[in-house]
């Protein structure tokens, strides 16, 4: 299987498929701010992934001291996104921090879960 497949299509079909799982029970219990902030969170996520996996890529193209300092900028705007996603969650009550923590980490473990799988087979 191509690493690209590996590191684009199945990691978000698994972080959509806890989206839709999440968002379903926080309806059934009828906790919006619970659903909006894991949906905050998981878009956040998908946008990281996606810039993460474009900068690597591209990386791989250019001279190594290139290289180091375009990973250096896309790992700054990623920290600052993320930054940016929890500050904005705190200050504003109809997302529910936890949630919107939570939907952060949820990428970090599909990640690994990912790595893990094919390195086992």
């Known amino acids: 299987m191509d690493i690209q497949v590996i590191f684009q299509k199945r990691?978000?079909?698994i972080i959509?498929?806890?989206l839709?799982?999440?968002?379903s029970y926080a309806i059934i219990k009828d906790s919006w701010d619970v659903a909006l902030g894991f949906?905050?969170?998981v878009f956040t996520t998908i946008v990281y992934f996606?810039?993460?996996?474009?900068r690597v890529s591209k990386s791989s193209e250019l001279p190594v001291k290139t290289a180091v300092t375009y990973m250096k900028v896309g790992w700054i705007l990623r920290l600052?996104?993320?930054v940016s996603t929890v500050t904005i969650a705190a200050q504003?009550?109809?997302f529910n921090l936890f949630a919107v923590i939570l939907g952060l980490i949820l990428s970090q473990l599909v990640i690994m879960g990912?790595?893990?799988g094919t390195n086992l087979k």
């Open 11 to 13: 990691p978000i079909a």
């Open 16 to 18: 959509c498929a806890f």
């Open 20 to 23: 839709v799982i999440a968002i």
């Open 39 to 41: 949906l905050l969170g």
């Open 50 to 54: 996606a810039i993460l996996v474009r």
């Open 80 to 82: 600052i996104m993320v």
């Open 92 to 94: 504003i009550p109809v």
């Open 114 to 116: 990912t790595v893990a």
